[in-house]
């Protein structure tokens, strides 16, 4: 009896330390709220957020569901595109944080100092990769794994590449201080580079960016996350400026 009771407490107990983890999700800890930060999603509300050249949350494909920000493609299979999503606000120098998770052979992307405008969402905004590298082709196209997950895409390599398969959390952080920009991934910087500089410009030569002189040219802008038409959820999003 006595172990049997031993063993249905050390149940309970793990039961319980689980809902306390999970309950943690998309909240601000006691730290967290004296130095700043701001929830940007707190798993049910879409109020910081809408669509890429909308004025309103788009009615389809993104979803606040379980706690989760989830973008799912429509029934049909096609990939039309065209449903980013980008914070309301316009944000400067920051620390900006999310986990992600993609679906197997998913590819989606975070930009950052996005400006709106009548062409995609990634001609202006540079991008943090999100990719199941294992399966998606793009990790293997590029230069020295500049598609990978963490990368900012197409230009710079994340190194060291430590993300986690498709199905697991990925933990994120992207700081914008002035021209400087981190990327951070399961926390490790796998990204640094300045902006505005001869050799920033000389990178983008080199690029498909080259026609664009708005790519990475802003220092205030919005952050948005990647339709990409593949399956891809988000959660615990929360930023504090600098």
């Not at 990634?122 to 020295?144: C, F, K, R």
Request: aromatic content about 12%; charged content about 25%.
């Amino acid at each position: 009896m006595i172990l049997l009771t031993a063993l249905c407490t050390a149940c309970s107990e793990g039961q319980s330390q689980q809902t306390n983890s999970e309950t943690m999700h998309n909240q601000l800890t006691e730290q967290e709220v004296e130095d700043g930060w701001t929830l940007l999603f707190d798993g049910e509300s879409t109020e910081h957020w809408r669509g890429y050249n909308m004025d309103a949350f788009p009615e389809n494909g993104w979803q606040a569901e379980d706690g989760l920000l989830v973008f799912r493609p429509s029934d049909s299979g096609e990939w039309t595109s065209g449903l980013d999503i980008i914070t309301r606000e316009t944000f400067s120098n920051y620390e900006f944080k999310i986990e992600w998770m993609i679906e197997e052979s998913g590819n989606s992307g975070i930009f950052y100092h996005v400006l709106e405008q009548d062409r995609a969402i990634y001609w202006s905004g540079p991008e943090m990769q999100i990719l199941d590298n294992i399966n998606h082709p793009d990790a293997d196209q590029g230069v020295n794994g500049n598609r990978k997950a963490g990368s900012l895409y197409d230009l710079i390599p994340a190194e060291p590449q430590n993300t986690r398969p498709h199905g697991e959390w990925n933990s994120v952080k992207i700081v914008s201080d002035g021209p400087v920009i981190q990327h951070w991934q399961n926390g490790e910087k796998v990204v640094e580079y300045e902006r505005w500089t001869p050799e920033w410009f000389d990178m983008l030569h080199e690029s498909k960016f080259n026609c664009f002189p708005e790519f990475g040219a802003m220092r205030d802008g919005h952050i948005g996350l990647q339709d990409h038409g593949d399956v891809v959820k988000f959660r615990n999003i929360k930023i504090r400026e600098l």
